[in-house]
């Protein structure tokens, strides 16, 4: 394709053979990435640091320019773009909640691309809109609300589906902060733990509650919010004069994979009529899971709920949806009726067009790649999937929780799949405990991630977490894991660290 | 591939051939869509009422099951899901601002799908971080804005851009208000023009503004803001004690394409330092064009820019950017510092983890693609594209400004592609000017329009505006249309709209 340039492919005049073969070509590049992706001995990623790639690598040069490429050279970019790119889908790559490839999904974000529509009206997302509506009603009943009623949307992301939530219920108890903002409402109030999101707090920013009236509550060693502390720090807040007005609950935490004991947070937040809400981005998935759905208890005691399917359910990216029990609050919270687009005296029925009841305007089709995967799977598909990934978990508790060089951050099998522990390389073991070996020990986790992005032979995220030093954060959303990946991943820190 | 199930793909054993198999006919499926789509004699759209899809069309079955599809049922749905959507790419679709099928555009969001990253770390998306930053430059060297410093990032979509806008001029002259909510600041009051889109009223309602704080702005016969109104209207809400914070200037807008008078209006806001945003989310691409660039004259001293390359620049949906005048703004204003995400001990430079300016957590790469078609376009190419569509447009309304049947919405050539028409049916045309013609009028382009999707043969959008009964928005972004198309779209209006 040597010097073809884009003029020569459709809309263009018999551009049709020369679009065809340019397409086969870029598949043949997909393809490719697909196959090494599932290959162990293919690398994770080929690190380089932001000045390298910005200086240029041989041929890949990221800089744009007045005059077109050629076809040929956008191929070798279309190359480049993958080669120094991370693996995401690579059985060895831990390091996010969002993992894995899932061929379906690949396939229906291709559709989704091609079909390159609008979720805001009916009118031009026909099928995408109905396929969003049966979804979100499924996942209602799943989540256990009656006949599954009720209303959601797909948001782009969990923080979004999160600050969704905030606004609803600042809508439910206090409508006419649409129409004359904050000051026509009390000093509010929202509750979340310790351990919870962070967009929890970006929320309470940008909605214009401030973050110094989201009010973070105690967990207990694992992570999980203490119902105590939350109903001594509504009573508290009420004794000021101010008004509590939401909870956040967590369903798999970010880092421990903690759930919060949903049926003890609603109790209190009946009591008190508090919205509550529960954060199941992460911990959502395990719904589908016989075994372990009983996490989740009390979950259809929420008034919303946020579930990404992009994260355990192994969806590409994005999916994330936000479902709330009441129908009607996020037509009123948000609807703007907007004339040139929602108009009144369309041929069909208009209530099909669900964009006024989002944020956005225009709103990407994450639903079709789900929906796929869900027709693929079957329900029980992704059940054998959560069990499975959840197993591997336990499989590396096990392996390390005695094993010399380890220690783990909290005791007890984890709830979800995050396993997290400190690996202890042998020239620390000896030392006392103490600000020394605290201060060596923080710096471990990231040296031997760093080295193990330079020799690009696997990824695992690390962080610390209130007053405890940097640690190892193990997930496993990814179906292509197996008890190797795991063994594998523990002799590359064993290796990497040795000599720290 | 009969009665073969998903666990035959990769990551199983020997699931390398299936896999590939399976891609292959998922690739054929869209291909074919891709010629039929620029293909004429092909139908825009095959219409079906909801109540007619949700009941199942042969064999096209949207319920969700607990039992796996065979890959062959998943192929047959993959074509049906395609059959009953809407061809967007067509180049007789004329209905949104996005209209268009970009090969190259395609290419990279496949590209995209496959690698299945999130833009919230350099760590696990090291190219297309890079990317970003070069082409929010690029595009802040074509605003204007010196050495095209300052910042931004893309976002789920114009909507969002606008509301980030809000937010980032909150910040600068509030900033307390991110930790101690709206009741640290006076009552703030926002400025945007009657024909400006809905997302800025929606921001106003979402940030806790109200949206009666959101003061409208009188324009002119064509849709421009009238300086002078806004003067008057800041001057009055000063009296009042009302602290204005945002002014709104659009840069084409979504019904009338027209642009705000931007120089006189940085006058009135510097005059009174108010933060000037330029929502050019629709007429930003004419920046790109040196014939037209001049309609957005002054938008250098904005303080921010909305402006959407998959709108008028032809960009797969989505694409959105927000572009920002003042350095750190945004990471001040959004950034929660989440030391999972963002750990500041990170081998390589973490300035480049741009995840904590955002609203979002995981952010879905929108760049790709953009800056796949800018190297196989050029610079110029975009120039090419935007002054070709707007000749389409200016012989769109010389064709009909006189014609018999047609009224003009607004007098005098159109700023944008945007041309609004009523068609007058010939049992209309003696009627005299009064309220039965203007009802009966208001009646004929959804009919004209229901009748067109009926038939499949074109689509172009219609709305009511202020006291204007529904009038005809044709608009054009597409780079397959050519006259023929515009002449087919009046030919079909007259053929079906002749007997109203």
Same mark, same amino acid.
């Given at each position: 394709?040597?010097?073809?340039?884009?003029?020569?492919?459709?809309?263009?005049?018999?551009?049709?053979?020369?679009?065809?073969?340019?397409?086969?070509?870029?598949?043949?590049?997909?393809?490719?990435?697909?196959?090494?992706?599932?290959?162990?001995?293919?690398?994770?990623?080929?690190?380089?640091?932001?000045?390298?790639?910005?200086?240029?690598?041989?041929?890949?040069?990221?800089?744009?320019?007045?005059?077109?490429?050629?076809?040929?050279?956008?191929?070798?970019? $279309?190359?480049?773009?993958?080669?120094?790119?991370?693996?995401?889908?690579?059985?060895?790559?831990?390091?996010?909640?969002?993992?894995?490839?899932?061929?379906?999904?690949?396939?229906?974000?291709?559709?989704?691309?091609?079909?390159?529509?609008?979720?805001?009206?009916?009118?031009?997302?026909?099928?995408?809109?109905?396929?969003?509506?049966?979804?979100?009603?499924?996942?209602?009943?799943?989540?256990?609300?009656?006949?599954?009623?009720?209303?959601?949307?797909?948001?782009?992301?969990?923080?979004?589906?999160?600050?969704?939530?905030?606004?609803?219920?600042?809508?439910?108890?206090?409508?006419?902060?649409?129409?004359?903002?904050?000051?026509?409402?009390?000093?509010?109030?929202?509750?979340?733990?310790?351990?919870?999101?962070?967009?929890?707090?970006?929320?309470?920013?940008?909605?214009?509650?401030?973050?110094?009236?989201?009010?973070?509550?105690?967990?207990?060693?694992?992570?999980?919010?203490?119902?105590?502390?939350?109903?001594?720090?509504?009573?508290?807040?009420?004794?000021?004069?101010?008004?509590?007005?939401?909870?956040?609950?967590?369903?798999?935490?970010?880092?421990?994979?903690?759930?919060?004991?949903?049926?003890?947070?609603?109790?209190?937040?009946?009591?008190?009529?508090?919205?509550?809400?529960?954060?199941?981005?992460?911990?959502?998935?395990?719904?589908?899971?016989?075994?372990?759905?009983?996490?989740?208890?009390?979950?259809?005691?929420?008034?919303?709920?946020?579930?990404?399917?992009?994260?355990?359910?192994?969806?590409?990216?994005?999916?994330?949806?936000?479902?709330?029990?009441?129908?009607?609050?996020?037509?009123?919270?948000?609807?703007?009726?907007?004339?040139?687009?929602?108009?009144?005296?369309?041929?069909?029925?208009?209530?099909?067009?669900?964009?006024?009841?989002?944020?956005?305007?225009?709103?990407?089709?994450?639903?079709?790649?789900?929906?796929?995967?869900?027709?693929?799977?079957?329900?029980?598909?992704?059940?054998?999937?959560?069990?499975?990934?959840?197993?591997?978990?336990?499989?590396?508790?096990?392996?390390?929780?005695?094993?010399?060089?380890?220690?783990?951050?909290?005791?007890?099998?984890?709830?979800?799949?995050?396993?997290?522990?400190?690996?202890?390389?042998?020239?620390?073991?000896?030392?006392?405990?103490?600000?020394?070996?605290?201060? !060596?020990?923080?710096?471990?986790?990231?040296?031997?991630?760093?080295?193990?992005?330079? $020799?690009?032979?696997?990824?695992?995220?690390?962080?610390?977490?209130?007053?405890?030093?940097?640690?190892? !954060?193990?997930?496993?959303?990814?179906?292509?894991?197996?008890?190797?990946?795991?063994?594998?991943?523990?002799?590359?820190?064993?290796?990497?660290?040795?000599?720290?």
């Amino acid at each position: 394709m040597k010097e073809t340039v884009r003029t020569n492919l459709l809309p263009a005049k018999n551009g049709e053979e020369y679009t065809m073969q340019f397409l086969l070509e870029v598949v043949d590049i997909l393809t490719n990435y697909v196959r090494k992706t599932f290959d162990r001995s293919t690398k994770v990623l080929d690190f380089h640091h932001p000045h390298q790639l910005l200086e240029g690598m041989e041929g890949f040069n990221l800089e744009l320019c007045d005059q077109p490429e050629s076809l040929e050279q956008i191929l070798v970019d $279309c190359r480049d773009t993958l080669k120094y790119g991370v693996r995401t889908g690579h059985p060895r790559f831990f390091n996010q909640l969002s993992s894995g490839l899932d061929i379906i999904g690949l396939a229906g974000e291709w559709l989704t691309s091609t079909a390159n529509t609008n979720m805001f009206t009916y009118e031009i997302a026909p099928v995408f809109v109905l396929m969003e509506q049966l979804t979100l009603k499924k996942m209602r009943e799943i989540i256990g609300w009656p006949n599954g009623e009720g209303d959601g949307i797909f948001s782009p992301g969990g923080a979004i589906s999160n600050m969704y939530s905030v606004m609803v219920a600042r809508y439910k108890h206090y409508p006419e902060v649409k129409i004359k903002g904050m000051a026509a409402a009390p000093r509010l109030v929202l509750f979340t733990s310790e351990h919870s999101h962070y967009s929890i707090k970006k929320a309470s920013a940008v909605l214009g509650f401030g973050t110094e009236n989201l009010i973070l509550l105690k967990t207990d060693e694992r992570g999980r919010v203490i119902p105590a502390d939350l109903e001594a720090k509504v009573i508290d807040a009420k004794q000021k004069g101010f008004m509590p007005v939401f909870v956040n609950a967590t369903a798999g935490s970010t880092v421990y994979g903690a759930f919060d004991p949903i049926n003890e947070i609603a109790d209190i937040c009946e009591k008190y009529n508090i919205w509550l809400h529960v954060d199941g981005a992460w911990g959502g998935g395990l719904l589908m899971s016989r075994k372990h759905r009983h996490k989740l208890n009390g979950v259809e005691r929420a008034n919303s709920v946020t579930w990404n399917p992009h994260k355990m359910m192994g969806v590409p990216l994005q999916c994330s949806a936000i479902l709330v029990r009441e129908k009607g609050l996020l037509q009123g919270c948000n609807s703007m009726c907007a004339g040139y687009l929602f108009q009144p005296d369309k041929q069909y029925d208009v209530t099909y067009d669900t964009g006024d009841k989002a944020i956005q305007c225009g709103r990407h089709v994450d639903i079709f790649k789900f929906w796929l995967m869900w027709k693929s799977k079957g329900t029980i598909g992704f059940e054998k999937h959560i069990d499975r990934c959840l197993e591997l978990s336990e499989y590396l508790y096990h392996k390390i929780k005695n094993r010399e060089g380890y220690e783990m951050v909290f005791q007890g099998e984890p709830q979800h799949t995050n396993v997290c522990f400190w690996y202890i390389p042998p020239s620390l073991r000896l030392l006392p405990d103490g600000e020394e070996k605290r201060q !060596r020990l923080h710096k471990v986790a990231p040296k031997i991630k760093a080295m193990m992005m330079e $020799c690009g032979t696997t990824m695992v995220g690390y962080q610390p977490q209130g007053d405890k030093v940097n640690f190892f !954060r193990m997930v496993v959303s990814n179906p292509a894991v197996t008890r190797s990946d795991i063994d594998f991943l523990i002799d590359e820190i064993e290796r990497l660290g040795q000599d720290l």
